[in-house]
């Protein structure tokens, strides 16, 4: 009968030590062209993807707007004339026991060119539990790492370089 725990204990250890081997490796990963900038695009337009049924297309147009960007979803057709750059993405899910996504590609480019010029990529070998908005959401935020609206604004005033110098009040007197 001392052998049961025995076994029990050595099966638990077994357990816990091939559970730690288990890796959690993602990656995120992002890439522009050189010479190009996205500092200066505010309208964006990203193309619905047919087999999407995760909404992946609303997601990134809320983490452009969550950066006060202009950005709207559908088909190419659907593009309104003054957009400024298009974004397509690429998704790749697997199942455990509900769909994770193990891959998601961001890709952005001039309006009526086929050439992408910037991207973004997330990649996980084994599938996350970490939600899907808040890695596009990672994607979007390394895409637009250097646009102004992605910048931290400085608190007070008087840490911002390029503000208008202050205008100092005259005090009351009497």
Request: proline share 7%.
């Amino acid at each position: 009968m001392k052998s049961r725990p025995n076994h029990l204990l050595l099966v638990l250890l077994l357990g816990l030590t091939l559970g730690g081997c288990a890796s959690f490796d993602t990656s995120f990963d992002a890439s522009l062209e050189q010479g190009r900038s996205l500092a200066k695009i505010q309208r964006f337009f990203v193309v619905s993807n047919n087999n999407d049924n995760h909404g992946i297309d609303e997601q990134i147009v809320e983490g452009l707007k969550a950066r006060k960007l202009d950005a709207a979803t559908g088909p190419l057709t659907m593009m309104p004339d003054n957009n400024q750059a298009v974004i397509t993405y690429q998704d790749h899910w697997s199942w455990d026991f509900g769909d994770h996504l193990v891959f998601l590609k961001l890709a952005v480019r001039d309006p009526f060119a086929e050439q992408s010029y910037a991207t973004a990529t997330f990649t996980a070998r084994v599938p996350l539990r970490e939600t899907t908005p808040g890695i596009v959401g990672q994607l979007v935020g390394r895409l637009l790492e250097n646009h102004p609206t992605t910048q931290p604004k400085p608190e007070r005033l008087d840490q911002d370089p390029t503000a208008a110098p202050a205008k100092k009040r005259a005090r009351p007197t009497g």
